[in-house]
């Protein structure tokens, strides 16, 4: 399957530019999910690569060739939307064999690809049926039976799951990762969710404000986020911020803010001691937080509890530190009365800051 | 006492009743004034025609002291080859428009779904011809049909060219060409706002699955607008049936009966021959005909929702 690099890729709209040259290299077999908040270029970004856009400035290199002057059948791209797009007046084999009946490809071999396909998404029973008597699930299947039937190189989803109620959604999520391990292709998956860019991609590609704000494995983005917008964008309950100084104490690195000063330890104790500016955001996952009566102060946070949350097996405590709010996730069987003021111990390998000024993490 | 009680539970009840029975009155009131006047306008007169067509009736007679014929009028009527040819006329006129009107409507809405600049100027230009008076259309095109002075024949003229007998030798064919220009913007702005409100996303994707330019029009955008396009032309077929102004105003007919169209011909049935039971039952002829094509056109939009609600039906049991 062919590489993928955008380079320098600029979109305009008149005077408005969107995209700030984005600079990405997509490699074999991976599925990248471009993940951000509405309005940060996401799908722009996909629809220039689908060629439902055209590129401003820039290039888009699929296999070492330019493509963005090509027609979208010019690019061996198959694409899954939003809405599903499927034909209305055509029946579900009808819509999965559309592009096989363009390229007048034999009757027998188009007739066993639908087959094929609709038993991969487990759609043999309704091959008959028009779109218009279909479940929104199953519309989703015709989608992706259609762009599966295509046997394209390249696979492009523009928030294929958000039309579909929560339950069905978690279902097609599994349903596509397990596709996605089947069918060896390039796989370009636009979503706001990150809860589906964290679960389905090799590769995470956090977009805001039409820029990259870091791209990788969504381990790496988890652990090291680059800046405050993808530590907060990624994860959930997101990530507590918390602002504070940088104070040097008897040759220790604290951080101290309204109601708690923090003892640095390791690598990132260096690294704050190293940093021009005093001034930072503190930033703690709520999984990163335990309840610990006898901590040190030096370690822990003291929070006042005001709500719990309980969502079964994890229960979320919305506490307040200071005038901030601070959310900790913990387990539910210990029972953690409201109202109380408690000590939670601070994984110190959770730690994280950034310049209160640049939002850049400070490694 | 208990007397009393009972008498007035059962007041209560009639009176109750009453309110009832006004309330189930209530529509049929509301329905009333237009009901008296369609009765005036519509019905009796059409009552009023299908009783004459009955009758050989003369203008200078009432219709009690004409003579009853019973059918003869219509049976008649199709040894007449003049009435065939009429007919023969108003079915070429009205399947020649309805095509073309059709295709150049369809084909001019295809090329302007698009934003570009001063689109919605030339969407206007486009639509005003439908808004000129048919007698207004119809003197224009004479003139401009006109052997010696108008303009078709000085350009032809002009260009060298052999000038062209329009309305003798190709009368009708002159009348159709200018009731195709007036009447093919009311397919356009129709095949238009069908056109635009076609689901963008299945384009794309028909796009990405590699359809041309004009396998999209041909799979994909005409077969969407195709309910659009069929109530549009029986729309179209309908009021073609029943043209007269403007064929009146440029040939009053002729040459010969060569654009006498059905309308026409009731008309100096009526007022030339002075036959009032055929021309009644001429009329009843061409009635029967639009309501055999209203009727097929609400067939059409009946069998269309039945069927949407049986496709929702039976989506709604899957889920």
Not at chain 2, 296 to 314: C, D, L, N, P, Y
């Amino acid at each position: 399957m062919p590489t993928i690099h955008l380079d320098n890729l600029i979109k305009r709209y008149g005077e408005v530019e969107v995209l700030h040259g984005i600079e990405l290299e997509i490699a074999d077999n991976e599925f990248t999910v471009l993940v951000g908040p509405s309005g940060c270029g996401k799908s722009t970004t996909l629809r220039m690569i689908a060629g439902l856009e055209s590129v401003s400035d820039g290039e888009i290199w699929v296999g070492g060739e330019p493509v963005s002057h090509l027609e979208p059948k010019e690019r061996d791209l198959a694409m899954v939307f939003q809405d599903y797009a499927l034909y209305p007046h055509m029946n579900v084999a009808q819509n999965i064999s559309f592009a096989l009946r363009l390229q007048r490809r034999p009757k027998p071999e188009i007739d066993k690809k639908v087959r094929e396909v609709a038993e991969v998404v487990g759609l043999t029973e309704f091959l008959h049926r028009k779109p218009g008597a279909l479940s929104g699930g199953q519309r989703q299947r015709v989608a992706m039976a259609r762009a599966l039937a295509k046997d394209s190189g390249i696979f492009l989803f523009d928030e294929p799951l958000s039309n579909l109620d929560a339950k069905l959604r978690g279902q097609m999520r599994a349903e596509l990762a397990l596709m996605s391990q089947r069918v060896q292709k390039n796989m370009i998956y636009v979503t706001h969710d990150q809860i589906e860019a964290m679960t389905l991609a090799d590769r995470i590609v956090v977009m805001h404000g039409g820029y990259i704000q870091q791209q990788g494995t969504p381990e790496a983005l988890f652990k090291r986020p680059v800046n405050k917008f993808v530590a907060g964008f990624l994860g959930s309950p997101p990530m507590n911020f918390l602002n504070g100084e940088i104070e040097d104490r008897d040759g220790r690195a604290f951080v101290v803010g309204n109601g708690f000063a923090l003892a640095l330890e390791g690598e990132i104790a260096a690294a704050a001691k190293a940093h021009s500016r005093r001034s930072i955001t503190l930033g703690v996952r709520p999984s990163d937080l335990r309840h610990d009566a006898d901590a040190s102060p030096d370690v822990a946070l003291s929070l006042d509890v005001m709500v719990s949350e309980y969502v079964g097996a994890q229960s979320v405590l919305l506490c307040k530190c200071g005038d901030e709010k601070v959310m900790v996730e913990l387990n539910s069987e210990n029972r953690i009365a409201l109202g109380q003021t408690l000590s939670f111990a601070v994984n110190p390998r959770g730690v994280h800051l950034f310049d209160r000024e640049t939002e850049a993490a400070i490694h | 006492m208990v007397d009393m009680a009972l008498s007035s539970a059962a007041e209560r009840a009639a009176k109750r009743r009453k309110a009832q029975r006004l309330n189930r009155l209530t529509p049929y009131m509301f329905m009333a004034p237009a009901a008296v006047i369609m009765a005036i306008a519509l019905l009796y007169p059409l009552a009023y025609m299908i009783w004459g067509s009955f009758r050989a009736w003369d203008p200078s007679q009432t219709i009690g002291e004409a003579e009853f014929v019973g059918l003869k009028n219509y049976v008649t009527l199709w040894d007449d080859p003049n009435f065939r040819e009429s007919l023969s006329v108003t079915l070429r006129f009205a399947f020649f428009v309805v095509t073309f009107e059709l295709v150049i409507g369809v084909g001019l809405a295809l090329l302007l779904d698009r934003n570009i600049r001063g689109m919605s100027m030339l969407r206007t230009l486009f639509i005003l011809p439908m808004m000129i008076a048919p007698v207004v259309v119809g003197l224009m095109w004479r003139y401009m049909y006109h052997p010696t002075v108008g303009t078709f024949n000085r350009t032809l003229e002009g260009l060298g060219l052999p000038t062209v007998d329009w309305l003798g030798q190709h009368a009708l064919m002159s009348v159709i060409i200018a009731d195709i220009w007036q009447w093919t913007p009311f397919i356009f702005i129709l095949s238009l706002a069908a056109l635009q409100s076609l689901p963008r996303s299945a384009l794309e994707a028909a796009k990405i699955d590699g359809a041309t330019t004009w396998q999209q029009i041909w799979y994909i955008k005409l077969p969407l607008m195709m309910p659009v396009l069929i109530v549009t032309g029986l729309l179209r077929l309908i009021d073609a049936f029943k043209v007269l102004e403007v064929i009146l105003v440029m040939t009053e007919g002729g040459p010969g009966l060569s654009t006498e169209i059905l309308a026409l011909r009731i008309s100096r049935t009526a007022t030339e021959f002075r036959e009032l039971g055929v021309a009644a039952a001429m009329s009843n002829y061409l009635l029967l005909l639009l309501l055999a094509l209203t009727l097929g056109m609400f067939a059409f939009t009946r069998w269309q929702e039945v069927r949407a609600a049986k496709v929702r039906i039976s989506a709604e049991e899957d889920t």
